[in-house]
Nanobody, 130 residues
Framework: QVQLVESGGGLVQAGGSLRLSCAAS????????MGWYRQAPGKQRELVAT???????NYADSVKGRFTISRDNAKNTVYLQMNSLKPEDTAVYYC????????????????????????WGQGTQVTVSS
């Protein structure tokens, strides 16, 4: 079983900064991509930024130039540095891990690689006041 634990959300004034972290734990062999999504009240969940294991990044147009996603593959952790925050950035931010490959070991000590699965974190609230 894989768990994603997010931290770093909170309340900040417009123009301020926050840094979100998300650590994946479990018998993880590989994670293809990690990213952040957000959902504001009454709106659908939307992509904020993603990063592959090789470091390729993708950003929503609304956050380009203000947010930076990074990743520590050794720690299975993804970060989101958010600068120049705006009230419209207020949302619950969810961590996502795509293509998570885990392993399981039987009583004979034989390791099996399981098919990849996607996981979500529980979400962390980011509130930007005007």
């Amino acid at each position: 079983q894989v768990q994603l634990v997010e931290s770093g959300g909170g309340l900040v004034q417009a123009g301020g900064s926050l840094r979100l972290s998300c650590a994946a734990s479990g018998s993880i062999f590989r994670i293809d991509a990690m990213g952040w999504y957000r959902q504001a009240p009454g709106k659908q969940r939307e992509l904020v930024a993603t990063i592959t294991s090789g470091g390729s990044t993708n950003y929503a147009d609304s956050v380009k130039g203000r947010f930076t996603i990074s990743r520590d593959n050794a720690k299975n952790t993804v970060y989101l540095q958010m600068n120049s925050l705006k009230p419209e950035d207020t949302a619950v931010y969810y961590c996502n891990a795509q293509g998570v490959v885990t392993t399981v070991q039987n009583i004979m000590g034989v390791m099996t690689v399981l098919p990849p699965i996607d996981y979500w974190g529980q979400g962390t609230q980011v509130t930007v006041s005007s």
